[in-house]
T-cell receptor, first 113, second 114 residues
Framework: DQQVKQNSPSLSVQEGRISILNCDYTNSMFDYFLWYKKYPAEGPTFLIS?????DKNEDGRFTVFLNKSAKHLSLHIVPSQPGDSAVYFCAATRMDSSYKLIFGSGTRLLVRP | NAGVMQNPRHLVRRRGQEARLRCSPMKGHSHVYWYRQLPEEGLKFMVY????????ESGMPKERFSAEFPKEGPSILRIQQVVRGDSAAYFC????????????FGPGTRLTVT
């Protein structure tokens, strides 16, 4: 039972353009959604989060959009930079489940110079 | 401003041996989570601990795996009688607790069972 899904295993984008990473979920009880970035042989790095009561959160080049009716969220990176090349994980959590994170399988982003 | 520390970074064990993985949370954090990442998969929750208490171990395999977070010292994830299927990257994350849901991850321990 995969509650959080990232259906695109990889994405390639030209430097300077927008990167859009997508994530779908099945459990309408999630309270928060988070995006992490991971380089090889390193731990995930927290990027940005959004509460389930919001539909948008922005932090610099990163914006997360939440569509609760569609159970879908997306991460926009504008403009994309070669250093953004990494694996991006979407995660979801609930306050009444100890805030343990449920992760998607990740999307590998390649930003071409 | 030390982040989450994990050691060792790499651990090789023969089948049947024990593996001990250590995690020191960020300064000021008293909540620790352990996750496992198998090759080409996402991270899977294993266990959530606070000092001297296991809060949620719903993701832990029933046998051979145990975790602790003593009053003093790091959190330890212990795997007894390792098998090849235990080969994975094990990540520890810490949070401030309370209403804080954001978790910050360590660099991971890569366990290889030969």
């Amino acid at each position: 039972d995969q509650q959080v899904k990232q259906n695109s295993p990889s994405l390639s984008v030209q430097e300077g353009r927008i990167s859009i990473l997508n994530c779908d979920y099945t459990n309408s009880m999630f309270d928060y959604f988070l995006w992490y970035k991971k380089y090889p042989a390193e731990g995930p790095t927290f990027l940005i989060s959004i509460s389930s009561i919001k539909d948008k959160n922005e932090d610099g080049r990163f914006t997360v959009f939440l569509n609760k009716s569609a159970k879908h969220l997306s991460l926009h990176i504008v403009p994309s930079q070669p250093g953004d090349s990494a694996v991006y994980f979407c995660a979801a959590t609930r306050m009444d489940s100890s805030y343990k994170l449920i992760f998607g399988s990740g999307t590998r982003l390649l930003v071409r110079p | 401003n030390a982040g989450v520390m994990q050691n060792p970074r790499h651990l090789v064990r023969r089948r049947g041996q024990e593996a001990r993985l250590r995690c020191s949370p960020m300064k000021g954090h008293s909540h620790v989570y352990w996750y496992r990442q198998l090759p080409e998969e996402g991270l899977k929750f294993m266990v959530y601990l606070q000092k001297e208490n296991i809060i949620d171990e719903s993701g832990m395999p029933k046998e051979r795996f145990s975790a602790e977070f003593p009053k003093e010292g790091p959190s330890i994830l212990r795997i007894q009688q390792v098998v090849r299927g235990d080969s994975a990257a094990y990540f520890c994350a810490s949070s401030a607790g309370g209403n804080s849901y954001e978790q910050y991850f360590g660099p991971g321990t890569r366990l290889t069972v030969t």
